[in-house]
């Protein structure tokens, strides 16, 4: 299985960086610095998919991929 996408924005409103995965709903986390952020939301993907697994909801395969990503392939 290959891993999850992770989108790594700045927000000016938030003042840091906000990492999300795309295929995990509400699954994301902050940082002050983009490495700070991924650190964190990799921390929430391992919370978000352990919590599936003890509610025994289904975990989503990895789908997600920016046009980028799809137009380089």
């Given at each position: ?58 975990i989503p395969e990895p789908r997600y ?9």
């Open positions: 299985m290959s891993d999850y996408h992770i989108n790594i924005f700045y927000s000016e409103e938030d003042g840091g960086y906000i990492a999300d995965i795309p295929d995990l709903e509400s699954c994301s986390a902050f940082g002050r610095t983009p490495e700070e952020a991924l650190a964190q939301v990799e921390r929430a993907k391992a919370a978000w998919l352990d919590a599936a697994r003890a509610a025994g909801k289904p991929r920016p046009a980028i990503y799809q137009a380089t392939r």
